[in-house]
């Protein structure tokens, strides 16, 4: 069984806030926190108190990624855990924790992604307002099986991979693969959701993040954010379906040249009966998401 119970959040570090704050709402249909402020916006997607963060900083990438614990006797062992191969892991302190909106907090470098890694202890729920679309949009599913997922760049897959399945019991759903030269990519899940994190390998990425994923209410909220793009000019695959999790959806770039996918409908599976699969790479086995290949 995994440590981790769920994606919390996903932070990005911008040098240009005022784009972010425009993407944010008018794209992404996300509401800004009223207790954001110049340096940080929060974004709220649904119950929690935000689901990403951005930050003002001097590059264009992601910050840290949230991944919530039980309690306090989780965090422990979740931490013994990752020091027990050989990585340091640091309390948090209050400040960081309240910045976050969480109980409390500890945090390791991913040594395959050079990502921080957060691991987290009640994130803050809020009751009423409840969470208002601020554009077309029905809404995202996420709940027990959190906020969606997180594509990381790292050079093996397979041993970013073995990491957190030993470090924090995650389970690789399945391994994306390149006919004569290996894995491209490894999908991870800690719950129902088909993968919270992954790992691709690319050659020469620019960043440490590929792209963060919201599940989408309806297929129409798929749509309507492709439109939007298409509206905006802002750089978008064409809607498709995948092999793996079998989600309906389109990829689309944000301010910082990373990217979010919206997806409708992603297959669900069974963490504790479920056999890592893998699954290849050719032409005309999964249609549409043109351009995808272009977007790293
Ligand atoms: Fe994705």
């Given at each position: 069984m995994s440590a981790v119970n769920q994606l919390a959040y996903v932070a990005a570090t911008t040098r240009d806030m005022s784009a972010w704050r425009a993407y944010g709402t008018e794209v992404l249909g996300l509401e800004i926190g009223t207790d954001s402020n110049d340096k940080l916006m929060y974004l709220r997607a649904?119950?929690?108190?935000?689901?990403l963060a951005v930050h003002e900083g001097d590059n264009d990438d992601v910050e840290y990624v949230g991944w919530e614990v039980a309690n306090h006797a989780a965090l422990d062992a979740a931490a013994a855990a990752v020091e027990k191969l050989g990585v340091k892991v640091t309390m948090g302190t209050p400040e960081e924790a309240a910045d976050r909106r969480v109980i409390e907090m500890a945090h390791f470098t991913c040594p395959h992604s050079g990502v921080r890694m957060e691991l987290v202890v009640g994130l803050e729920q809020v009751f009423t307002p409840r969470f208002r679309p601020t554009r077309d949009l029905a809404g995202f599913e996420t709940?027990?099986?959190?906020m969606g997922h997180v594509v990381l760049y790292a050079p093996d897959v397979k041993a970013a991979a073995e990491f957190y399945i030993k470090a924090l019991g995650f389970g690789v759903t399945d391994f994306a693969m390149i006919p004569g030269?290996?894995?491209?990519a490894a999908f991870m899940h800690c719950?129902?959701?088909?993968?919270?994190l992954a790992f691709m390998t690319i050659p020469g990425?620019?960043?440490?993040i590929q792209h963060v994923m919201f599940e989408t209410t309806t297929m129409d909220d798929v749509g309507l954010t492709y439109d939007v793009c298409l509206d905006r000019k802002i750089d978008t695959t064409t809607p498709g379906r995948h092999h793996n999790d079998h989600t309906f959806s389109c990829y689309f770039r944000n301010p910082s040249d990373w990217h979010f996918e919206y997806g409708w409908q992603p297959r669900r599976i069974d963490p504790a009966t479920w056999d890592t699969e893998q699954y290849v790479l050719r032409p005309g086995n999964a249609w549409g998401h043109h351009g995808l290949m272009e977007m790293v």
């Open positions: 649904d119950e929690r108190h935000h689901r709940g027990d099986i959190g030269v290996g894995p491209l719950n129902e959701r088909h993968h919270s990425a620019q960043r440490k």
